[in-house]
């Protein structure tokens, strides 16, 4: 049963990141048809087409790798003076419309004129006015947009109804309530072990604590926040421990003497030191909030983002030496949708994970992956959409200072000089979802416990 609830998770969250890709191919695909563009392909998927349909002027598929999606809007890329050639016509304006030379000298020439090239092969005089990049530049904004923005509209409409009712598994708030006492004291590296005849009695239960008991003192300290108390109580060794409790309403003091045990450092840090032990799990209640608090989650979530971002190619490096074995890998480095859905099939088949928090944590999972998908495809860098919304800005701006200057038109942004750019950063993203997928092979992270 286990096996087939992994999978079970595994499955819905693949089918869900699938959804979500055809939903972002859909936030390019409508404002582009809205203003008028050609759009010829709509596939879900890389590599050999599996199926499609011609439905108009658009051919709608699967390919055979489901790692993406694209769109193909017809005229992305400006013929540039270089490759014009000789008038191969007119348009029904009367304007003169050339072919694309197949041949240039240089590498990066060639790769441009190339791209270009392939980009003109299916454009005929009747799609002059269809270009892409023949759109005013708030319209490429808008396309190119679109995209990322569906994804973080994903994750805002999974964030928004959880937050409101299951509440934020990341803003816990910790109340001086037992939820759990101890039976015994079990090593930290067998933290999740039965109790056996030859464990000692943890000092909470040997004072008689109980669920449900509210930790009102420790040792005269007046409880302010568990970290605190936790604290108090590792630094407390093998010392006497009086503790004031209110049980149904009634405060009384227990004593009994905490004993010295090894523990992680932290919760970041699995380095074991010897401290002061109860044996106590307090009671966690999830932070709730209407769509006012889930904007403002959303706003330190795109903070964390960036900073994330920035990082990534240290953090992945890191993945990298830990899978050749150099060092351990961090809990907090990234993942592809492989560990993504590993993680979704551990939470499912998870014996101690009440039903709920399963579909809670699944929903959340997915959410995470939208928004940083949608952030990620921000970043103003060809072939990503942020580096098309670059463009497009500049050309708006350039052609404004243009107009205030009373100088000429300065013309379309030739986004296709940045091809070099976008070669060289899609080649550093391939090299590192494949470090991502190999790790998550490899030495995959696990859900902690």
Not at 199 to 211: I, L, R
Not at 395 to 408: C, D, F, K, T
Request: hydrophobic share 45%; proline share 7%.
């Amino acid at each position: 049963m286990t096996a087939l609830f992994y999978t079970l998770g595994v499955v819905l969250f693949a089918l869900a990141i699938l959804l979500s890709i055809g939903l972002h191919e859909v936030g390019h695909m409508v404002p582009a048809k809205k203003f008028g563009a050609k759009v010829t392909q709509y596939f879900i998927g890389f590599g050999p087409t599996v199926w499609s349909r011609q439905v108009g002027e658009t051919e709608y598929g699967f390919k055979a790798f489901p790692l993406g999606g694209y769109v193909k809007i017809v005229g992305m890329l400006p013929p540039g003076t270089e490759d014009l050639a000789e008038p191969a016509g007119v348009d029904e304006h009367g304007e003169p419309v050339y072919r694309v030379r197949q041949s240039n000298t240089g590498l990066f020439t060639q790769l441009i004129s190339d791209a270009r090239a392939a980009e003109y092969e299916l454009v005929g005089p009747e799609d002059e006015d269809r270009l892409f990049y023949k759109l005013p530049w708030w319209k490429k904004v808008i396309v190119m947009a679109g995209g990322p923005t569906v994804n973080i509209a994903i994750a805002l409409a999974i964030f928004a109804p959880v937050f409101a009712t299951y509440g934020n598994p990341s803003d816990p708030l910790v109340q001086p309530v037992i939820a759990e006492v101890s039976d015994c004291v079990v090593p930290a590296a067998e933290d999740q072990r039965e109790c056996r005849a030859d464990d000692p009695v943890t000092p909470a239960k040997a004072a008689g604590m109980q669920p449900g008991d509210e930790i009102v003192a420790f040792n005269g300290v007046p409880f302010t926040d568990w970290d605190a108390l936790q604290e108090q109580i590792r630094a407390n060794d093998d010392g006497l421990a009086e503790i004031v409790i209110r049980r149904d309403g009634v405060e009384q003091t227990l004593t009994t003497n905490t004993t010295v045990t090894a523990r992680p450092t932290s919760a970041q840090d699995d380095t074991l030191v010897q401290v002061g032990f109860l044996g106590v799990t307090p009671q966690i209640e999830y932070t709730t909030g209407g769509l006012g608090y889930t904007l403002g989650r959303m706003g330190q979530m795109t903070v964390d983002t960036l900073h994330a971002m920035v990082q990534l190619p240290v953090k992945v490096w890191g993945v990298a030496k830990a899978i050749v074995g150099v060092e351990e890998r961090d809990p907090m480095s990234p993942v592809s949708v492989v560990g993504g859905g590993r993680l979704a099939g551990e939470t499912v088949s998870h014996d101690l994970i009440p039903g709920l928090d399963k579909a809670m944590w699944l929903l959340l999972l997915v959410a995470g992956f939208n928004f940083f998908i949608g952030m990620f495809n921000f970043i103003p860098l060809l072939p990503l959409d942020g580096g098309h919304i670059a463009g497009a800005l500049y050309e708006g701006a350039r052609r404004a200072v243009a107009r205030l200057r009373r100088r000429p038109d300065p013309g379309y942004v030739d986004v296709a000089k940045l091809l070099p750019v976008a070669y060289v950063v899609g080649v550093a993203l391939l090299i590192m979802g494949v470090v991502l997928i190999v790790g998550d092979l490899v030495v995959p992270l696990h859900l902690e416990g």
